[in-house]
């Protein structure tokens, strides 16, 4: 029977199809994808986002470099916590009432090519602009 030597199983865990960020130790430096649990408001009138008013996204994997996309496009984005972000809202980025898709990107960064994922896109949730 074979023996696998410590080198040969430590590869086997780092190139698994489907082998997580927590199992690979060389992963330390990757980021997370972003999670988005809910936005506060979640609906707002029109004239608020005339005025220019702040939206705050709650979720969890925030980095300093995570970004939120309003229809796609990124803004400029506060990051309280690596639970938290803000963004203003204008009417140069939502130009009237309808159902807004908001995303929080966050680019990879540091995972190099040793079986690591890093960043992405979160799921979408919606703010409605009455």
């Not at 410590?6 to 086997?12: C, E, G, K």
């Not at 309808?98 to 090519?113: E, F, L, R, Y």
Request: glycine share 12%.
């Amino acid at each position: 029977m074979p023996r696998l030597t410590l080198a040969a199983l430590l590869v086997a865990v780092l190139f698994l199809a489907g082998c997580n960020n927590t199992l690979n130790p060389f992963c330390g430096s990757s980021r997370p994808v972003p999670l988005i649990g809910s936005l506060s408001p979640s609906s707002v009138d029109y004239s608020q986002i005339q005025q220019g008013m702040v939206l705050t996204v709650k979720g969890s994997h925030f980095v300093a470099a995570s970004q939120v996309l309003i229809n796609g496009q990124p803004l400029s984005t506060s990051v309280l916590s690596d639970a938290q972000l803000k963004v203003t809202l204008s009417s140069g980025i939502i130009s009237g009432p309808g159902a807004v898709n908001v995303i929080v990107h966050t680019p990879s960064g540091g995972s190099g090519d040793v079986g690591c994922s890093s960043g992405g896109n979160s799921s979408t949730l919606m703010l409605t602009v009455n």
